[in-house]
T-cell receptor, first 110, second 117 residues
Framework: LAKTTQPISMDSYEGQEVNITCSHN???????ITWYQQFPSQGPRFIIQ???TKVTNEVASLFIPADRKSSTLSLPRVSLSDTAVYYC???????????FGSGTRLQVQP | EAGVAQSPRYKIIEKRQSVAFWCNPI?????LYWYQQILGQGPKLLIQ????????DSQLPKDRFSAERLKGVDSTLKIQPAKLEDSAVYLC???????????????FGNGTRLTVT
């Protein structure tokens, strides 16, 4: 399974755009990139998934360059409620579960 | 749709005692996972079921941990005897297919917080 590297923590202010980059140099051809969000006392929650280029949904965008060795989760205009831990995972179409790293702890301040 | 249900929400036991956690996945989800999350760390996979069968239990401490999935639906995770280092949140998740597959994300319950004293 491809190993991922993310910043341990990030700080931001309300209304700003936050970009969290994840490195996955050993990503395989069949691997997808998935991001999860976790609030205290809750299980992780799926945010977005992509394979290449750009994916956008109602909460975030995911940018994946052509070489796919990294990806960037973009959160537009964050609010205090976006304070959470964000995990980047890569996995393939096999049955094996994804491996979580330590994630990025995002702190949004007023 | 109803989410993944777990119980109990909290459990405090003494070391060497036994404990069991229960999970009811989202209806129709073939794959069920148990994760252990120690404070400050990401979730660590303990065991993965595909319907009734075990797909991966390589990180399950089999001398003290056991898990079963009843009729391919509900699941229980048991620890016997518990150690201090088992203090963690135990998360159950389910997905339609494998967790790495396209459009088959993991859906997590809110976990059981276990404290071993």
């Amino acid at each position: 399974l491809a190993k991922t590297t993310q910043p341990i923590s990030m700080d931001s202010y309300e209304g700003q755009e936050v970009n969290i980059t994840c490195s996955h140099n050993n990503i395989a051809t069949n691997d997808y990139i998935t991001w999860y969000q976790q609030f205290p006392s809750q299980g992780p929650r799926f945010i977005i998934q992509g394979y290449k280029t750009k994916v956008t949904n109602e909460v975030a965008s995911l940018f994946i360059p052509a070489d796919r060795k990294s990806s960037t989760l973009s959160l537009p205009r964050v609010s205090l409620s976006d304070t959470a831990v964000y995990y980047c995972l890569v996995g393939d179409t096999g049955r094996r579960a994804l491996t979580f790293g330590s994630g990025t702890r995002l702190q949004v301040q007023p | 749709e109803a989410g993944v249900a777990q119980s109990p929400r909290y459990k405090i036991i003494e070391k060497r005692q036994s404990v069991a956690f229960w999970c009811n996945p989202i209806s129709g989800h073939a794959t069920l996972y148990w994760y252990q999350q120690i404070l400050g760390q990401g979730p660590k996979l303990l065991i993965q079921f595909q319907n009734n069968g075990v797909v991966d239990d390589s990180q399950l401490p089999k001398d003290r941990f056991s898990a079963e999935r009843l009729k391919g639906v509900d699941s229980t995770l048991k620890i016997q005897p518990a150690k201090l280092e088992d203090s963690a949140v135990y998360l159950c998740a389910s997905s339609l297919g494998g967790g790495g597959e396209w459009n088959s994300p993991l859906h997590f319950g809110n976990g059981t917080r276990l404290t071993v004293t």
